[in-house]
């Protein structure tokens, strides 16, 4: 075999072997969407629902061209410092049989006050899993009980919010919206005592930070809090909970 037969050889055989281990690398490791500050009005990231007590992960679409899902794995984080923390695969989504599910998922099967980590891996058609993307926690509170206002009431354009809360936590967020558009008019962030039991009291834009100053009689809104027991360093809470929406009309 004379050289230059030899060299396209090895330079063909090069080629092969590139192309045939481009195909076979494992997918893009997942990126977690970044989570949202609790007084923000678009809401992003892992997060309590107010519906259900069930737990909202999001993550940015990997875009391989041979994508076939993701794998979402998940432990239980005790405060024993000894304990091992074991991940189980706790879901498997193919994005082409469930393509609502290419970049979000709820964990409906959590438990109250019990800390969950989670992290999720991509795969291929041929099953390669990619490397694990980070590892976010999160941990469920009970939901605060809403008062006032409520559908039927003669409310105020300046009325009263009461609640009370169900679980002892720092801080609280109240959200008013237009129903049923959605438009944001107040969110509020503050300090909250521990004590359940106790009706808390807080007068709308009372921090003026309101959009209105009053809102608007005859018009129909719906309000909710969102109860944040525990935060990351960036002021991100990753123990908390979201009340259901309540629903209310301002009188003429």
């Given amino acids: 075999m004379s050289h230059k037969i030899i060299y396209i050889f090895l330079i063909m055989s090069s080629f092969i072997s590139c192309e045939f281990k481009i195909e076979n690398e494992p997918p893009d490791a997942p990126i977690w969407i970044q989570k949202s500050a609790p007084e923000d009005s678009i809401e992003t990231g892992i997060d309590a629902e107010p519906l259900e007590n069930r737990i909202l992960l999001e993550w940015h679409p990997v875009v391989n061209k041979d994508l076939e899902g993701y794998k979402i794995y998940r432990a239980i984080k005790t405060n024993d410092?000894?304990?091992?923390?074991?991940?189980?695969?706790i879901t498997s989504i193919n994005i082409y049989h469930n393509p609502e599910f290419d970049?979000?998922?709820?964990d409906e099967d959590v438990v109250v006050l019990t800390r969950y980590l989670y992290y999720i891996k991509s795969f291929d058609y041929d099953q390669h899993l990619s490397e694990s993307s980070d590892t976010l926690q999160y941990q469920l509170t009970e939901k605060a009980d809403l008062v006032s206002p409520?559908?039927?009431?003669?409310?105020s354009t300046t009325p009263d919010f009461k609640w009370f809360n169900k679980a002892q936590i720092n801080e609280v967020v109240i959200r008013v919206e237009t129903y049923p558009e959605g438009h944001t008019v107040w969110?509020?962030?503050f300090s909250s005592t521990n004590y359940t039991g106790e009706v808390n009291i807080k007068k709308y834009n009372f921090d003026g930070s309101a959009l209105k100053s009053q809102l608007t009689p005859g018009s129909k809104y719906r309000?909710?809090?969102?109860?944040?027991?525990?935060?990351n360093p960036?002021?991100?809470?990753?123990?908390?909970s979201e009340s259901v929406w309540q629903y209310f009309t301002v009188s003429q």
Avoid: C
Wanted: aromatic share 16%; proline share 3%; no cysteine.
């Fill in 150 to 155: 409520v559908e039927g009431e003669d409310i």
């Fill in 234 to 240: 960036d002021n991100t809470e990753w123990a908390g």
């Fill in 187 to 189: 969110i509020s962030r």
């Fill in 103 to 106: 970049s979000l998922y709820f």
């Fill in 223 to 231: 309000w909710r809090i969102d109860s944040i027991y525990m935060v």
């Fill in 81 to 89: 410092p000894e304990e091992e923390i074991a991940f189980e695969e």
